[in-house]
């Protein structure tokens, strides 16, 4: 879901510490965080040696610093293991837009044209209506959402769950990513991996309706392993590929993997 741009640029989008007091989850959350922040500026200049007055050098080690964490990350992340579940009675119905325009330039989508295209490592690439994409089976979730800017709400949320779809399409599992491009023009990927965990979905609602457009209409990523922006609305094409497709914020520098 594309969010806000933050106002300082981050190396890394590790969640913000009032996120742990409003986790059920703290721990753990605590545990990923030491491994993401573990490097501050002046640790950076000692372990680099680099001159932090020189941009370039800066930036390049922190780019290193990214990749690391996205290694650690992969390395951690553990595909069975489920994000917290909530009651629906802690699911809030008013959620928070967020995207990194307002909302009078959310993306207008007709129901009755919509296709999402297909492409990649996929057996059956035939477009997928809308009314196609509702006849899949659909399953809810009660679970929270963590945006980057440092705020987190509980939602419900229903769809299939992308391993599924995966599967239904013929796509390769055995591929490294799973791509996504939005009406918006915004895009972004995931590794294989949390792709195919149990709680990955393709939502059509939230709260038990169908979704409002300031909310992905007609279809949002839902993948509560990992920050906000991870869950990219308005999804108009999904690939799978073995090349690394970066993403809109993790292009400019965010961290890719970005779980929680």
């Known amino acids: 879901m594309a969010e806000p741009p933050s106002t300082k640029p981050l190396r890394d989008s590790a969640a913000p510490r009032e996120l742990l007091r409003t986790s059920g989850d703290a721990r753990q959350i605590e ?5 993401k922040q573990g490097l501050s500026l002046g640790a950076l200049t000692l372990l680099t040696g680099c001159d932090v ?8 080690a922190l780019d290193g610093v990214s990749r ?3 290694r650690t990350q992969a390395l951690i992340f ?3 293991r489920l994000m917290p579940t909530y009651p629906e009675s802690e699911a809030v119905k008013d959620f928070r837009y967020n995207a990194y325009f307002g909302q009078n330039q959310v993306p207008k989508i007709d129901s009755a044209s919509y296709k999402l295209n297909l492409s990649g490592l ?5 477009a997928w209506t809308l009314q196609d994409l509702y006849q899949l089976p659909q399953e809810s979730q009660v679970t929270r959402h963590v945006c980057v800017e440092g705020w987190s709400m509980i939602g419900k949320w229903t769809g299939v769950p992308l391993r599924t779809f995966l599967r239904r399409i013929g796509a390769d599992l055995t591929a490294k990513y799973v791509g996504f491009e939005c009406a918006d023009g915004y895009y972004s990927s995931i590794d294989m991996a949390s792709a195919l965990h149990p709680q990955t979905f393709l939502t059509f609602k939230i709260s038990d ?7 992905g209409y007609p279809l949002k990523l839902r993948i509560p392993t990992k920050l906000g922006f991870k869950n990219p ?11 690394f497709p970066g993403g809109f914020w993790e292009d400019r520098g965010y961290n890719w993997f970005a779980g929680v």
């Not at 007055?53 to 390049?60: G, N």
């Not at 996929?122 to 035939?126: K, N, Q, S």
């Not at 309706?209 to 909310?215: H, K, P, V, W």
């Not at 609305?233 to 090349?243: E, Y």
């Open 209 to 215: 309706e169908i979704l409002a457009s300031r909310y």
């Open 53 to 60: 007055t020189d941009t370039s050098a800066v930036q390049s």
């Open 233 to 243: 609305k308005w999804i108009t094409a999904m690939f799978v590929t073995n090349r």
């Open 78 to 80: 553990n595909p069975h």
């Open 68 to 70: 690391w964490n996205d």
């Open 122 to 126: 996929i057996d059956r690439r035939a």
């Open 31 to 35: 545990r990923r965080l030491f491994l």
